[in-house]
């Protein structure tokens, strides 16, 4: 199973829901924590988030494949995780 990009927000419940999912499903993911990043960090992330979810709302998660969830959908997660 490959790697997500997860977009989120560390006072976000939907994200907060979304990180325990991942790890209770053994989901392996990379995050990125948008609030905590400061200067052109921030905006880079903020840049590459707007190409996956233009509306650039939280979670988000980009599968390799180029699959994007947005929201706290785990059936979703789970399926995009199995293609």
């Known amino acids: ?3 997500i990009k997860f977009y989120s927000l560390s006072t976000c419940i939907w994200c907060r829901k979304t990180r325990v999912h ?7 993911f990379d995050e990125i924590a948008m609030d905590k990043l400061t ?7 903020m840049q ?3 190409k996956h979810n ?3 709302s939280f979670p988000t998660l980009v599968f390799a494949e180029g699959n994007v969830v947005v929201g706290f959908k ?3 997660i ?3 995780c199995k293609k």
Not at 22 to 28: A, F, P, R, S, V
């Open 78 to 80: 789970r399926n995009a």
């Open 54 to 56: 233009p509306v650039k």
């Open 48 to 50: 590459e988030l707007g």
């Open 22 to 28: 991942l790890k209770e499903n053994g989901i392996k």
């Open 39 to 45: 200067g052109d960090k921030r905006e880079a992330a």
């Open 1 to 3: 199973m490959k790697k």
């Open 74 to 76: 785990p059936e979703e």
